[in-house]
């Protein structure tokens, strides 16, 4: 069946450091979106990529589909406290409503 | 508005025993969904409903689990005969209709542990 496989499963980083999580799905898909669930909370809606090489902004976090369509990555610039949680992404199976998760990156900051 | 909110938000219970988790959608949210996440995992697909009906039981892991939506808008997730193994969080979450581009948002969980 579909999979969708997240790296690094974790990671640790000194306040101001880059981050970056990749995603890749065994299958081409419609979208991508991206949840961050911080620790001991729900998985909260960050963003939506449809286009082939779609490259989004959110202030420091820039988000990118891949031009196939079956990878996507999250980058964060210089990260801050307020960073941590665990990033998933996510993509429709068959283009459906049925939203199959990656394993998540849990990223930890050093202040 | 309000968002999903979710009861109880924790329920301990024994091995064998039945538990109902309700889920409060967002109101005017047609599509409906359940989810189980374990530790460290994301979360899975459990079931759809796109009104009142189940449009899709496929993540449903065996026969002890049901869920329904009778009016179209609150659900209860129903688990018999419940086993260990079953200790996860589950998550309901509803978007405004049930297409693939439509966010989800997502309700505080139900942490259940059976003993």
């Known amino acids: 069946g579909q999979q969708v496989m997240q790296i690094p499963q974790y990671q640790h980083v000194q306040e101001g450091e880059d981050f970056t999580t990749y995603c890749n799905s065994s299958t081409t898909l419609s979208n991508i979106q991206w949840y961050k669930q911080r620790p001991g909370g729900h998985p909260v809606f960050l963003i939506q990529?449809?286009?082939?090489?779609e490259v989004k902004k959110q202030k420091r976090l820039t988000f990118q589909f891949g031009e196939a369509k079956k990878n996507s990555s999250l980058h964060i610039t210089a990260t801050q406290t307020t960073d941590v949680g665990t990033y998933f992404c996510?993509?429709?199976?068959?283009?459906?409503?049925?939203?199959?998760f990656g394993s998540g990156t849990r990223l930890l900051v050093r202040p | 508005g309000a968002g999903v909110s979710q009861t109880p938000s924790n329920k301990v219970t024994e091995k064998g025993k039945y538990v109902e988790l309700r889920c409060d959608p967002i109101?005017?949210?047609?599509?409906l969904y359940w989810y189980r996440q374990s530790l460290g995992q994301g979360p899975e697909f459990l079931i759809y409903f796109q009104g009142t009906g189940a449009a899709d039981d496929s993540g449903l892991p065996n026969d002890r689990f049901f869920a329904v939506r009778p009016e179209g808008s609150v659900s209860t997730l129903k688990i018999q005969r419940t086993e260990r193994g079953d200790s996860a969080v589950y998550l309901c979450?509803?978007?405004?209709?049930?297409?693939?581009?439509?966010?989800?948002?997502f309700g505080p969980g139900t942490r259940l542990t059976v003993l």
């Open positions: 996510a993509g429709p199976q068959d283009s459906s409503y049925k939203l199959i």
């Open positions: 109101s005017g949210h047609t599509a």
């Open positions: 990529l449809v286009k082939s090489g």
């Open positions: 979450a509803s978007s405004t209709t049930g297409i693939s581009y439509n966010e989800q948002f």
